[in-house]
């Protein structure tokens, strides 16, 4: 699907503006290549929630699937601006997706997304994996603590030993901010 997208700019970039019936072809072609790149792209973010839903979210099913989401904007941003004339306002508009695409990630706080999701799964019948969870980073943590309570037993003391096992090699290194701060306080 990425390698699409500037194949069409190129396209549309070679195509003589002035010919009305191969601007018309171009058009047409185009808007049944990016309907097919979106079939792909709902499909691929489907099998990405399938895969989420069975397996558990981690932070690379969360990057890619708002990579996917971006990847639908800019398609659909290329729809409106390139085939339509108006191929000087697709590029300002796309990393303005993209940058509003990150500003929301930041916001959401992937890893208590994260935690959010994959502790909702204990104590069902999918699997879940503490020391993943454990893994995550400080702004997890707050999270993870509040619903440590409510675990199952071996969930719980499974997700504790994670816990100390990766804040103790945390604190090794000289890195600061007020999530590690506050997390480190947490643990210990």
Not at 16 to 30: K, N, W
Not at 136 to 143: I, K, M, R
């Amino acid at each position: 699907a990425i390698l699409s997208l500037p194949l069409l700019l190129a396209a549309d970039w070679a195509l003589d503006q002035a010919d009305t019936v191969s601007r018309r072809r171009f058009r047409l072609l185009a808007s049944l290549l990016l309907a097919c790149l979106t079939v792909i792209v709902a499909s691929a973010l489907f099998r990405m929630s399938v895969y989420a839903s069975a397996y558990g979210l981690t932070e690379q099913r969360l990057y890619v699937s708002a990579f996917m989401v971006w990847l639908a904007a800019v398609f659909g941003w290329f729809g409106v601006t390139v085939l339509r004339g108006r191929r000087e306002r697709f590029t300002g508009g796309a990393v303005l997706g993209g940058l509003a695409c990150l500003l929301v990630l930041n916001a959401a706080n992937p890893d208590a997304v994260i935690a959010r999701v994959d502790l909702d799964r204990s104590g069902s019948a999918e699997p879940f994996d503490p020391l993943y969870v454990a893994t995550l980073s400080a702004d997890a943590l707050p999270v993870v603590l509040a619903r440590r309570p409510a675990l199952p037993a071996a969930d719980r003391c499974a997700l504790a030993k994670g816990l100390r096992s990766a804040w103790n090699r945390r604190t090794e290194r000289p890195v600061w901010n007020l999530s590690r701060a506050a997390a480190a306080s947490a643990i210990a």
